[in-house]
Structure formats: C-alpha cells, structure tokens
C-alpha cells in the first residue's frame, strides 16, 4: 500500500508469513522522500508477532542506519534500493530476495560454523537457550556468484495479550465510571418513582373514602325517598277511600250527578297533586 503527500511517500504491508514451521504476522512500515535523496524524514518501522505465543518484536531504522548496515557487508545499497528489496521479499514478489527470522543463538552457531573455535564457557551454557529480548530478521539477496545477508534487529516488545489486556483494563475502568452514574441517575429516579407510587396511593385511598361517603349518601336519600313515598301513598289512601266512600253514599243515596262529578274531579286534582 502506497499512500503519498508533497515531499514524501510511504509504504504499508503486512503479512502472514512462516520462519521454521512457526507462523509470524510481519508489518512493515516505511516513509521515502520522492526525489530519493537522504532525507531525515525517511525510515524503516518492522514489527513480528509469533501467532502461536502472540510474543512481539519490533525495529525501528532510520536511512542512516539502514545504509551503514549495507556497507557493512560489502555490498552497500541506497535505502529507497533496500526498501524495495525488502518489500519484493515480503510480497515475494523476485527470486533474488528472500527473508529469514533468526534468533541470537542461532546467529552465534553461524558464527560457530564458520570456523570461529573460540567457545567461552558462558557460550556453551547459552547455546541451546531460547534467548527472547532479540530476533534478526535476515534479509537476503542473491546475485549470480554471491549471496549478501542483510541483519535487521528486533527488540521483544512484550505479549499482545498484555497490551490488549491493558486496553481492556481501560475499558472496563471506563464502563465502571459510567455505571456508577447511571447508578446515581437511577437511585434518583427510584425515588422519584416511589414518592409518585406515594402519591398516587393517597390519591386512589381518598377517591375510595369518597366513593364510600357518596354511598353512605345516596343510601340515606334513598331511605327517606321511600319513607317518603310510603307516608304520601298512605294519606293518598286513606283520602281516596274516604272521597269514594262520600262518592259511593251519594250515588245510594241518588244525589244529584254533577255533585258526584265535582267529586271526582276533587279527587283526580288531588292525587294529581299528591304525585308532583
């Protein structure tokens, strides 16, 4: 991936990619000036992560560095060449360039298979000791009669897990300070909520007390109403039977008709009456 502004570009790839039948996300990082000249600006950033351990390493170049590295070995290169070299191995994209992950003991025992028959004591107890604070990644480039090894240190950065477990730590710290005020907010609301519970209970009670009074009323008029009506049918009665029994004596007695109907009317006029 190539991303670009006034003066430099920079170039991004990452990897999954196999040293000694182990398996390493490799991320390289590097930043170039466009006109390819020595710029501070320019460097190299790798990273390695073993997938089975999540164990990381990572280097940090700057185009000096790389560059004295170069002439180190004889075979000196510029260091917008090397970044190209480097990232062709990486995409595997030439034969002439490949890479290899060796770690320090395994950089001392090519030292050994060269010739150098100087073991000091402190080398022989380290020489199968797995040794984590460094790797070199190996970048090698063939040519027709020579083969040139260019060494990349690595710094052990410590485990993914610890970083992602920091990160969540954070996290978590976080949510906490969230939750204990919306905790707070939810304490005010409960008892925002139950002063309302209060309040609406003294207010169904009241209503009930009311309804009851309004019973107790209607029940007391309702009792006088028929008291009432009890008292005006009887006197209807008894005043009825007494105009019948006067309307009866006179038609025995054969009075005169108009009489008895001035009677009639009388009594049609009370209960009449009697009933508003």
């Not at 790839?13 to 170039?32: D, G, P």
């Not at 390695?48 to 170049?61: H, L, P, Q």
């Not at 004591?121 to 480039?141: E, H, M």
């Given at each position: 991936?190539i991303?670009?502004?006034?003066d430099?570009f920079?170039?991004?790839e990452?990897?999954?990619?196999?040293f000694?039948n182990?398996?390493?996300?490799?991320?390289a990082?590097?930043?170039l000036?466009?006109d390819?000249?020595?710029s501070?600006?320019?460097?190299?950033?790798?990273?390695i992560?073993?997938?089975s351990?999540?164990e990381?390493?990572?280097?940090?170049?700057?185009?000096?560095y790389?560059?004295?590295?170069t002439?180190?070995?004889?075979n000196f290169k510029k260091f917008?060449v090397f970044?190209?070299m480097l990232?062709s191995?990486?995409?595997m994209s030439?034969?002439?360039?490949?890479?290899?992950?060796?770690t320090?003991?395994d950089?001392k025992?090519?030292?050994?298979?060269?010739?150098?028959?100087?073991r000091?004591?402190?080398?022989?107890?380290?020489k199968?000791?797995?040794?984590?604070?460094k790797?070199f990644?190996?970048?090698?480039?063939?040519?027709a009669?020579d083969?040139?090894h260019?060494?990349?240190?690595l710094?052990?950065q410590?485990?993914e897990d610890?970083?992602?477990s920091?990160a969540?730590?954070e996290?978590l710290q976080?949510?906490?300070e969230?939750?204990?005020?919306?905790?707070?907010n939810?304490?005010?609301?409960i008892?925002k909520l139950?002063?309302e519970n209060?309040?609406?209970k003294?207010?169904i009670k009241?209503?009930?007390?009311l309804?009851q009074?309004?019973?107790?009323?209607?029940s007391v008029?309702?009792?006088?109403?028929e008291e009432k009506?009890?008292?005006q049918?009887t006197?209807?009665?008894?005043?009825?039977k007494?105009?019948f029994d006067?309307?009866?004596?006179l038609y025995r007695q054969?009075?005169m008709?108009?009489?008895?109907?001035?009677?009639?009317v009388t009594?049609q006029?009370?209960?009449?009456?009697?009933?508003v």
């Amino acid at each position: 991936m190539i991303q670009e502004n006034e003066d430099t570009f920079d170039l991004n790839e990452k990897v999954l990619i196999t040293f000694k039948n182990e398996e390493y996300v490799l991320n390289a990082y590097a930043l170039l000036s466009k006109d390819g000249g020595l710029s501070s600006k320019e460097s190299l950033v790798i990273s390695i992560k073993k997938e089975s351990t999540n164990e990381i390493w990572k280097g940090k170049y700057t185009n000096n560095y790389v560059e004295e590295i170069t002439k180190k070995t004889g075979n000196f290169k510029k260091f917008s060449v090397f970044i190209e070299m480097l990232f062709s191995a990486i995409k595997m994209s030439s034969k002439t360039v490949t890479l290899d992950l060796l770690t320090l003991n395994d950089v001392k025992r090519l030292r050994e298979s060269k010739g150098d028959e100087e073991r000091t004591d402190t080398a022989d107890s380290n020489k199968n000791k797995p040794v984590r604070n460094k790797l070199f990644l190996i970048l090698t480039y063939s040519a027709a009669f020579d083969r040139v090894h260019y060494p990349l240190p690595l710094t052990f950065q410590g485990f993914e897990d610890e970083k992602s477990s920091i990160a969540l730590v954070e996290k978590l710290q976080k949510e906490i300070e969230v939750l204990k005020s919306e905790k707070e907010n939810n304490i005010s609301e409960i008892s925002k909520l139950l002063r309302e519970n209060d309040k609406l209970k003294y207010e169904i009670k009241q209503l009930q007390n009311l309804n009851q009074d309004s019973t107790v009323s209607i029940s007391v008029f309702n009792n006088a109403f028929e008291e009432k009506t009890d008292h005006q049918l009887t006197r209807i009665t008894h005043f009825v039977k007494k105009e019948f029994d006067v309307i009866i004596k006179l038609y025995r007695q054969k009075k005169m008709h108009t009489l008895i109907n001035d009677k009639l009317v009388t009594l049609q006029k009370y209960i009449l009456q009697a009933l508003v």
